[in-house]
């Protein structure tokens, strides 16, 4: 290989591994004009597992403004409780 095919070859890696960084960010950021996440959405939002989501709720982390019951589950406000869980982890 040419020295010019080699830093070809390594900028397409180097593009391949920010398109999937890219990709892992959108997959993990909020939509603007969505105000409630589900728990998944949520947790993975934050690095957490959806079982230390669960803790957090039910032992009184979050405000009441920041959860709400939504059929058998519950929903979690993209800003309110973004804050709350920055509080938690300071």
């Excluded at 690095?47 to 009184?60: F, V």
């Excluded at 403004?65 to 929903?75: F, H, M, T």
Aim: no cysteine; proline share 3%; aromatic share 8%.
């Amino acid at each position: 290989m040419t020295s010019l095919e080699l830093r070809l070859e390594h900028f397409m890696a180097e593009v391949k591994q920010l398109t999937s960084t890219v990709e892992q960010l959108v997959a993990t950021t909020p939509q603007r004009n969505k105000r409630w996440l589900q728990p998944k959405e949520f947790a993975q939002l934050l690095g957490i597992s959806t079982r230390t989501l669960a803790m957090w709720r039910t032992d009184g982390r979050f405000r009441p403004i920041s959860v709400r019951k939504q059929g058998r589950g519950y929903q979690f406000h993209a800003d309110w409780a973004l804050a709350d869980a920055q509080e938690v982890s300071q």
